[in-house]
């Protein structure tokens, strides 16, 4: 199995930047891809930002797109999102996953493949 675990989310004002990380344990070697979602109050999960395992190959949601920056430091088997200029509508509780299922990257943007999940981290961003 493996295991993921978020951290960084925090209060921060509107224009505000964030860092969360995702670290991955366990069987690390059958991950394929790994990607963000959250839940916004009233909303279903959404997808933010995926990225392949090789780091390759990433996709934002329209949302985050140009202000939101996905990587991964092979090192220590972390995935980070850089959020930038957040704004109160991204507030929500983010949600990092792990899939293992060989597919392209644009096929990670459903939460359908994706097989391990954390606990999330609550991100609130005040106007």
């Known amino acids: 199995q493996v295991e993921v675990a978020e951290s960084g989310g925090g209060l921060v004002q509107a224009g505000d930047s964030l860092r969360l990380s995702c670290a991955a344990s366990?069987?690390?070697?059958?991950?394929?891809?790994m990607g963000w979602f959250r839940q916004i109050p009233g909303k279903e999960r959404e997808f933010v930002a995926a990225?392949?395992?090789?780091?390759?190959?990433?996709i934002y949601a329209d949302s985050g797109e140009g202000r939101f920056t996905i990587s991964r430091d092979s090192a220590d088997s972390t995935v980070y999102l850089q959020m930038n200029r957040l704004k109160p509508e991204d507030t929500g509780i983010y949600y990092c996953?792990?899939?293992?299922?060989?597919?392209?990257?644009?096929?990670?943007?459903?939460?359908?493949?994706?097989?391990?999940w954390g606990q999330g981290t609550q991100v609130t961003i005040s106007s």
């Open positions: 996953a792990a899939g293992r299922s060989q597919l392209t990257i644009d096929l990670y943007t459903s939460s359908h493949w994706f097989n391990f």
């Open positions: 366990g069987r690390t070697y059958i991950i394929y891809a």
């Open positions: 990225i392949s395992w090789s780091g390759g190959a990433k």
